[in-house]
Structure formats: C-alpha cells, structure tokens
C-alpha cells in the first residue's frame, strides 16, 4: 500500500491539525526514522532545555523543537529555544518543526544566528508533506530470523482458523519483531482495517508504538489513546492502555485486529477481560515472554494453547541469547535450620526465614568489583529490594571510585529524571544503575553483561523478566554474568531447573563459537544438600507461601 501526499498519511495536514501538541512531536520522531535517523530520543518534557527530539542524522547530531499550532505563525520564541537546547546538548545542528508556517521574524531571528553560529533549520507543514512524499514505503528492513518465520507463519494459521492466537517467547528473542510483522502483514492485506495493541501501562504503550513503526507501510497511521490523550479517529493502529482501550470499545470502538502485549496480565476478571469479551470478534492475539501467573488463572483459557514457544534454554541453545555464567551465593545458610528441617514440616514462608542469614550490602558490592574487574567494557544493573534499598546501594557504590556515576531507577521519580538516569545508562554515561521492578518489563538496554540480584523475587515471572534483560545480544557481547545473592528457595529451585534443562542433552544445534553457560553455587555443601533436597524444581518454582516442605535426613555430615 502506497500513502498518498495529502490523503490519510501520518503527516498530511488535517492529521498533524488532529493529533495536538503531545502527538505532533511523536510524528516527527516516525519522519526521522524513515529518513535514516538513528538513536531518535523524545526529551519532550520539564526541564527539556527547549528541545524536543534528539537524533542522529547523516553523521550529524540533531537537537528539534516541535511546535503545533492550531491557527498563526510560529515565532522567534521558538528559534531562541531550540539555539539554547542546541548549546545545552552540545549540538551541532537544531531545527524547529511546525504543522504550520513561521513568521517574518523567526526567519529572520534564525538568519541573524546563522550568521554567528551553525545555521537553524526551519522546517514548516509544507516541508513535511513534501518530505512524505520521498520517504521509502518502509525505512530500514526486518530481517527475520528462522523462528520468526515459524512464529509469524503459526500465529496467522491460528488466527485464520479460530480467531486467536498465543506467542510465547523469552525476553531478548524479539516478540515485539513477530507481532509486528503479523500486524504489518495483515494491514498490507487489509489496508482500510483497524488494529489495536493494549498494554497495562503507558510507559511500555509509547514504547510499543514507537517499535512497531519500522513493521507498518508509511501510509497506515498510528496514534497513542491513554489517560491524557485522547483520540478523534482509530483507523490503522491505535496503541492503547487497557483502560483507555474499554472506553473506547465501549463507546463503539470495534478493531479488526487486536494484539495484548505483556499478556501474562490477562485475568479471570478485571479491565482486560472486559475489553476482550467486548472484542469477542475480533481477532485476538497475545505476546509473552513470561506467561505464568501468580493466581490459578491459566492465560490459555482466553487465547487458547501457544502458537509457538521458545523459551530461555532453547534460545541459549540456538545462540541467539547471551550465554550466561550464573553464581548463586548462598553462604548464608543457617545450618541449624537445616537440621531442623529434616524434623519439622516447614511451610516454604517459615524456612525461608529460618533457613536464610541477611545478606549484607558490602559483600554485595565486593563481588560485583570483582566481576566489574574482568569484564570487558562492564555495564550492570542491581535489582534492588525496596526503593529505599536501591537509593542506598547505589549511595553505596558511588564511593567506590568504579561506580562514581552509579544512579537509582524507580517509581519514586519523576519521569523527567527517570528517563534522563535511563538516556545516561543506555549512552553509557552512567556505568551501573540500581533498580526496583522498573526495568521488567519494556526497557531495552542490549549492552548490559552484569545481572546482580540483591533482593527477595518470589516470583518466577519477575525473575525470569529481570534475567531478562541481560540476556539480549548485542555487538561484542555474548555472555552475561548474573550474581545472585539468593534468599529463597524458589529461587534455588528455578536456577537448578535451568541448570538440568541447559546440561540436558538435546537435538538442538549449538553455536560453534559459544561455550555453555555455567551455574555454580559459592558453596559445593550447599549444592549438594539443595540438589537432594528439591527434587520437584519445576513445582517448587511457583509454589505459595502455604507450602509444606517435606525434607529427607540430612544425607551428610554438616561439620
């Protein structure tokens, strides 16, 4: 499908009248990746310096100022804005972007600094519409790797035959790429049909459009519908928040196609079941990389059994996730506890707590120097308990020369500054981050080769997403080292789990160029009398509190 100049594309001139001052500068952000831009930033926001964008353009580094106007000119304001952003970025090129046109004397206050400096650019609705013009169809080009084929190519079949589909698929193997190629290729099909993607947050709702751009021909049109931004039409593909998205379905709202992302936040009841029974003929499709739940809700009952599945081990398998070299620290054993649980049947909650000694801070810190040392180019994340934790581990590690740069991530924050420690970390500005559940889900950090569990996950899927996220490749990198300073016993569990599955022979081809991923435990006792112990990994991984642990004797001596 080819977009036509003035008709119905992402950057026709009713379209940029519609989409208002918060989704204007998103529509430049889609003309700059098409135009080759790489590195594209939206900084829009309180204490933006008077920019709006920063990208990377033909060699060069860009600061935009976006300015939507209703009715008028835009004027010199906007010119002395963005020069200041140019000089607090350090820049060396600035363009202010406008829907509309500029007034005589914003050309000629951007003539006078021109003179004195590098020139300002002044690109207006015209320029936009003529740049839409010769922009390719596509910009860049997906290249699928073979389980991709096979995912995209099973989720259609189910999709054509029952009206759902399921896809499960560890983090770093690309779910978004496969969803995004089903939605692309169904919308080349189907050009006058709408799609909806929903997410359970905002954050991961702007991520997910952005994403899928690089999947959609230039004609089809997107936009964002959550709490504060609304939407006068949902024709192409409307990325929403679930909320946002049962509003709209229950004002009418039908989509062809609807994708759940995170889809392991499906419930018997609530805001997702809502929309879905309201969608009932829709086609309807999940994505996962972690589809347990900690309720027996079972997420199958709703988009029926997975298309396709590739979990960790598998990818690991196949060389198309990091390697990882895993250490379990559990020194802190109470040996006492140990003892007693061969005599009292513990529930998994009252052994934890017996059986397991405080971890302290500076140990922590010890050994993640220790790695940090014989990593090449190092760049960590520390998965800390509390908020308050990860502001005192990383008060911690900035007094140790290292880590001088070391910054805390979490809800607690503004977004301004938690997406300015996020932009720092990513561009390598700040070596290691502390962090409290916000990296989960959504963040996408390739080069990061240092995991450090320094907190309690009772959850297999928190788990799972947090190891996540180093296990993504990314140039020169091909292991991860995950430090675990483990304190529960599911925990030990799921790590022996992937440790059996991973020295499991398999039919699996193997990458030449990769040695295995190793699993150790500090302590060798410690092993041996948890490989006695949890002969159920699996089970144990995802039981509850309640649960009551049925020990064998102590099969040898503890002295």
């Not at 589909?165 to 049909?193: F, M, R, S, W």
């Not at 949890?534 to 309640?546: N, R």
């Amino acid at each position: 499908m080819r977009g036509r100049v003035g008709v119905g594309h992402f950057l026709d001139p009713p379209t940029l009248l519609a989409s208002g001052p918060v989704q204007f500068p998103r529509r430049i952000e889609r003309l700059l990746w098409h135009l080759g831009a790489t590195s594209v930033v939206n900084i829009d926001g309180p204490g933006d310096e008077g920019g709006d964008i920063l990208a990377k353009l033909r060699g060069r580094e860009w600061v935009l100022q976006c300015k939507w106007k209703s009715r008028g000119p835009v004027g010199e304001e906007a010119v002395d804005e963005v020069a200041r952003a140019r000089d607090s970025y350090r820049v060396t090129r600035a363009a202010v972007v406008t829907n509309s046109r500029f007034s005589p004397t914003a050309r000629r206050r951007a003539a006078e600094l021109g003179r004195i400096g590098p020139p300002i650019a002044l690109w207006d609705g015209g320029h936009l519409e003529r740049a839409f013009s010769g922009l390719p169809d596509h910009f860049g080009q997906v290249r699928r790797r073979d389980y991709q084929d096979q995912a995209v190519a099973r989720l259609k079949a189910d999709l054509r035959s029952t009206g759902r589909g399921l896809l499960v698929l560890a983090t770093g193997l690309g779910k978004t790429v496969v969803g995004g190629e089903v939605i692309g290729e169904y919308l080349q099909n189907n050009p006058k049909a709408r799609v909806l993607v929903v997410a359970h947050a905002k954050d991961l709702v702007h991520q997910l459009e952005r994403a899928l751009w690089r999947h959609l021909p230039k004609g089809v049109e997107t936009r964002l519908l959550t709490g504060d931004l609304k939407a006068d039409k949902m024709d192409g593909l409307t990325c929403a928040t679930v909320g946002s998205a049962l509003s709209a379905a229950e004002f009418g709202y039908r989509p062809e196609l609807v994708m759940v992302d995170e889809a392991h936040h499906l419930s018997a009841d609530g805001q997702y079941e809502q929309l879905l029974r309201l969608l009932e003929r829709s086609w309807q499709f999940g994505v996962t990389a972690t589809p347990w739940r900690g309720d027996a809700y079972d997420i199958t009952d709703r988009l029926g059994e997975p298309s396709f599945t590739l979990g960790i081990e598998e990818g690991m398998r196949r060389g198309y996730l990091a390697q990882v070299d895993y250490k379990l620290f559990v020194d802190d054993i109470d040996w006492d506890a140990v003892k007693a649980a061969s005599i009292y049947s513990y529930g998994l909650s009252e052994l934890n707590s017996k059986l397991f000694l405080p971890e302290r801070d500076d140990a922590v810190r010890d050994e993640l120097a220790a790695v940090w040392a014989r990593t090449t180019r190092p760049r960590a994340i520390v998965f800390c308990r509390t908020i308050e934790h990860a502001e005192r581990v990383a008060r911690l590690l900035r007094q140790t020369p290292l880590w001088t740069g070391a910054e805390a991530v979490h809800n607690d924050l503004s977004k301004r500054d938690r997406q300015r420690r996020l932009l720092d970390f990513a561009a390598g500005r700040t070596p290691i981050l502390t962090a409290v559940d916000i990296l989960n889900e959504g963040v996408d950090v390739p080069d990061v080769n240092i995991l450090c569990f320094a907190r309690v996950t009772h959850s297999r899927r928190i788990f799972v997403q947090q190891l996540g996220r180093g296990l993504r490749l990314s140039e020169g990198k091909e292991r991860v080292t995950v430090l675990d300073f483990v304190s529960d016993l599911r925990r030990i569990a799921a790590a022996l789990n992937l440790k059996r599955s991973l020295e499991a022979s398999g039919t699996l081809e193997v990458l030449a160029n990769f040695s295995p991923s190793r699993i150790d435990f500090s302590d060798q006792l410690v092993e041996a009398l948890m490989d006695e112990w949890i002969k159920d990994a699996a089970s144990l991984e995802t039981a509850f509190d309640e649960y009551r642990l049925q020990f064998p004797e102590v099969p040898f001596t503890l002295e």
